[in-house]
């Protein structure tokens, strides 16, 4: 399974994003799929996660309400629309792959990562 993350970038205090993960092999409609993120000078810390059919999502108390995690199996892609971005939101953004139908929320639980883009909220 490969993954590739897009739709990064530089947006001011209040603006929005959407985020893509491009995923390639056969049981992507079988996996969990999940966002995390690195700010500078801190550890990668969870974002969202959803789980196979898209029936069941996740999120950390630092993003809820403001973030949406969503996918769609037939393109093998999924999101995560980000709004009312706030500077603390600044990070780099990573797409992962749990090789389990059911959604993950530890890093250690997911066996595929794509390789990161850069989200810079402005204040």
């Known amino acids: 399974v490969q993954l590739q993350a897009s739709g990064g970038g530089l947006v001011q205090n209040g603006g929005s994003l959407r985020l893509s993960c491009a995923a390639s092999g056969v049981y992507f409609s079988s996996f969990a799929m999940g966002w995390f993120r690195q700010a500078p000078g801190k550890g990668r810390e969870f974002v969202a996660s959803i789980n196979w059919s898209g029936d069941s999502t996740y999120y950390a108390d630092s993003v809820k309400g403001r973030f949406t995690i969503s996918r769609d199996n037939a393109k093998k892609l999924v999101y995560l629309q980000m709004n009312n971005l706030k500077p603390e939101d600044t990070a780099v953004y990573y797409c992962?792959?749990?090789?389990?139908?059911?959604?993950?929320?530890?890093?250690?639980?997911?066996?595929?990562w794509g390789q990161g883009t850069q989200v810079t909220v402005s204040s």
């Open positions: 992962a792959a749990e090789t389990l139908p059911e959604l993950a929320i530890l890093e250690r639980e997911y066996d595929y």
